[in-house]
């Protein structure tokens, strides 16, 4: 049975930082790739990152790009994203994804729909910035 567990979210003011991890099970390192999606109150799903099952290969969203940073630790199979100068907009439920692909490297502009059709899907945290 493949699980994903998301934690790590919480109330912080803007300008503060938030590490998120999602505990995977059910999956090998070497089977996947990730992603870190968000959706805010009244907006749709969108990814903010994706990450090779190598950890070479890592993308951001233009939104967050420079602030936030996407990682694995294979060893443990965590994924992470620490979540650095938030923003009021940064409020939203965060989940993890990971799809088994052939293909090591997927773009945040196709992961929605890959992880959509293929994925398996944390529960989510929620991560609420105050300003």
């Known amino acids: 049975v493949v699980k994903l567990v998301e934690s790590g979210g919480g109330l912080v003011q803007a300008g503060g930082s938030l590490k998120l991890s999602c505990t995977i099970a059910g999956l090998t390192f070497d089977e996947y790739t990730a992603a870190w999606f968000r959706q805010g109150p009244g907006k749709e799903r969108e990814a903010v990152s994706t990450i090779s099952w190598s950890a070479v290969f890592t993308e951001y969203s233009d939104s967050v790009k420079g602030r936030f940073t996407v990682s694995r630790d294979n060893a443990k199979n965590i994924l992470y994203l620490q979540m650095d100068s938030l923003r009021p907009e940064d409020t939203a439920m965060y989940y993890c994804?990971?799809?088994?692909?052939?293909?090591?490297?997927?773009?945040?502009?196709?992961?929605?729909?890959?992880?959509?059709?293929?994925?398996?899907w944390g529960q989510g945290t929620q991560v609420t910035v105050s300003s």
């Open positions: 994804a990971a799809a088994l692909t052939n293909r090591e490297r997927i773009s945040v502009k196709e992961a929605l729909g890959i992880m959509t059709n293929y994925g398996f």
